[in-house]
């Protein structure tokens, strides 16, 4: 490694980075640019996050609705807690799920601890999808719902870094 960023630049690149990404050619550099550094640090800072355990990966938004995908809806199952790890990966691999996870139910209001999110341009797609999902896993009987969206909401990734002006004061 040829160097590092100061803490002030590693904060300022975190912080960046909640942000989401430039709309750049070279992303990085953008990034360096605006923290003072050069994009060899950056993308060495990044790497040194990733093998200390900060974050998994990348991801993106898409604006799904702008693409055309109106019906949006989110399959909530009370899935047995010695098969949700197992019933979870296959789902999540499942053509037309957009994202899995579990979460602890909240009873004994919600009995539901794994979720499904699905888009389709339309709800009897989305219907039909699920139907089929459910079946082709054994699932039919399963306690669950769907859920369709009925708006839209800004999204936006995970908020962890401090302010700035914490790391000033501290």
Sequence with gaps: MTGCLNDLQAL???????????????????????IGSVEERVLEQIQRWQEEGLFRRFGLVLKHRALGFRANAMLVMDI????????????GQAAGVNL?????????????????????????????????????????DVPHQLLFSTRAFKQCGGRFAPPLRELANG
């Design 80 to 91: 047995p807690d010695a098969q949700v790890d197992e019933v979870g990966r296959r789902l």
């Design 12 to 34: 300022q690149l975190r912080r960046l980075l909640e942000g989401g990404l430039p709309l750049a050619a070279r992303p990085y550099q953008r990034l360096a640019e605006q």
């Design 100 to 140: 899995c996870y579990q979460r602890p139910r909240r009873l004994p209001q919600w009995p539901y601890n794994l979720f499904c999110m699905v888009h389709g341009r339309e709800r009897e797609q989305v219907c039909q999808l699920i139907e089929r999902l459910l079946a082709d896993n054994g699932l039919s």
